[in-house]
């Protein structure tokens, strides 16, 4: 499965990981993605959705009318 939001597009991103020793090692920082099962009003049916935890913010604030236009 892809680690990537519905909502907001986040991806993985990738850096270093410095010790104290200044060694460098490649590390991936991934999102914070839940698996969440949202009501979609307009439809009158469940979807499940792969969002991050800003996109659970926006839609307790704004609602699923985002979510909806992307599933139309």
């Known amino acids: 499965m ?3 939001c519905v909502l907001t597009g986040k991806r993985p991103k990738y ?3 410095v010790s104290h020793a200044n060694n460098h090692r490649r590390k991936r920082f991934e999102p914070n993605l ?3 099962r949202v009501w979609l009003e307009e439809e009158k049916r469940w979807v ?3 969002v991050s935890a800003k996109a659970l913010k926006i839609m307790s ?3 699923t009318a985002e979510l909806a236009k992307l599933f139309k």
Request: no cysteine; proline share 0%; charged share 35%.
């Open 2 to 4: 892809s680690k990537v």
């Open 15 to 17: 850096g270093n990981t």
């Open 34 to 36: 839940h698996t969440k």
């Open 48 to 50: 499940k959705v792969k």
């Open 61 to 63: 604030r704004q609602g």
